[in-house]
């Protein structure tokens, strides 16, 4: 099945810096990537994906790339702020006989964000 | 925009007692996840239901059971619990037929608490 390695586990940056949190996927046949951004308690928040079929996709201050090739895919998050503290996780997906398979998430990122 | 819906939100159940979590997807979602996650961790891929069957299985208990109904609504059944259960059970849906969106859509979670 499906593994997902997602690196760094903790994240601290300055407030206005930027963001980098990479993974990795072993599924060729995944072909949508998402990355969800969740605060302590609550549901996951998608805050941008990127099909398999596209490089590189943007979405003001954050932006995601895909090497399929390399099995890797990116989040950069720049000008960070305060608010943008939270566990972001990737996941990789496919397709199953008839209908969306099961997101497969990374470990998470604890990103921390200090004025 | 109607959201997925969960309930109960909060559920505390005692050693070898039962739980039923309920689920109702966005109206016209064909496809139906359920997910736990423990604290610190990523959300684990439980089961899915696309068109009320059973369309994939992950690491669910044997203990826990789970159907989609006719109004698409989906319940996970959970019988004698046990204290590592308790965690925050998620719910998402889906449009896997043509000409649906690639985003999974994640209700708020019920979290359940086994004492």
């Known amino acids: 099945g499906e593994n997902v390695e997602q690196h760094p586990s903790t994240l601290s940056v300055q407030e206005g810096d930027s963001a980098v949190i990479k993974c990795t996927y072993s599924?060729?046949?995944?072909?949508?990537f998402p990355w969800y951004k969740q605060e302590l308690g609550k549901r996951p928040q998608l805050i941008i994906d990127i099909r398999s079929n596209v490089g590189e996709k943007k979405d003001q201050r954050i932006a995601v790339t895909l090497n399929k090739t390399a099995k890797h895919f990116s989040l950069h998050i720049t000008e960070t702020q305060p608010e943008d503290s939270a566990v972001y996780f990737c996941a990789a997906r496919g397709w199953v006989t008839d209908s969306w398979g099961k997101l497969q998430f990374g470990a998470g990122t604890q990103v921390v964000v200090t004025p | 925009a109607a959201g997925v819906i969960q309930s109960p939100r909060h559920l505390i159940k005692e050693k070898r007692e039962t739980a039923t979590l309920k689920c109702y997807p966005i109206p016209r979602h064909d496809t139906v996840y359920w997910y736990q996650q423990g604290p610190g961790q990523d959300p684990q891929f439980l089961i899915s239901f696309y068109e009320k069957m059973q369309s994939d299985k992950g690491s669910i208990p044997d203990r826990f059971s789970a159907q989609q109904f006719s109004d698409y609504h989906s319940e996970l059944n959970m019988s004698s619990l046990e204290l590592g259960d308790s965690a925050l059970y998620f719910c998402a849906s889906s449009l896997s037929a043509s000409g649906g969106s690639y985003e999974q859509y994640f209700g708020p979670g019920t979290r359940l608490t086994v004492t």
């Open positions: 599924d060729s046949a995944s072909n949508y």
